[in-house]
């Protein structure tokens, strides 16, 4: 949550038609940017989600796979800003590598 606090006003403005949202400025750097850079950037999101899959499963077994599509995490709010988040900082990376 403390990611939210740093980057509140792209959240504020995250249906604004002009500005975007976190995921379509996303998009839009992924479409754009070095596609080494992109492909980089990918890369390394696909390695932390298969790393915190394998951990999700040695501490979870296989209920946590069978469990999050039904529940929806039961905190979905949190999981949007995250997701947000989570846009906000890949875009920056491949950003500031790009220039």
């Known amino acids: 949550m403390e990611d939210y606090g740093k980057y509140a ?3 504020e ?3 604004d038609v002009f500005l975007g949202s976190p995921r379509s400025k ?3 750097i992924v479409y ?3 596609r080494n850079l992109v492909e980089e950037q990918l890369d390394k999101m696909v390695e932390k989600m298969a790393t915190m899959e ?3 499963e040695e501490k979870l077994g296989d209920y946590w796979e069978r469990e999050l599509p039904t529940s ?3 905190r979905s709010t949190e999981v949007e800003q995250k997701t947000k988040s ?3 900082e890949f875009t920056g990376e491949i ?3 790009n220039e």
Do not use: E, K, P
Request: charged fraction near 15%; aromatic fraction near 16%.
């Open 9 to 11: 006003a792209l959240f």
């Open 13 to 15: 403005d995250a249906d």
């Open 26 to 28: 996303f998009l839009d």
């Open 32 to 34: 754009t940017a070095n």
């Open 54 to 56: 394998l951990l999700l």
């Open 72 to 74: 929806g995490f039961g």
């Open 86 to 88: 989570l846009y906000i």
């Open 95 to 97: 950003v500031t590598r």
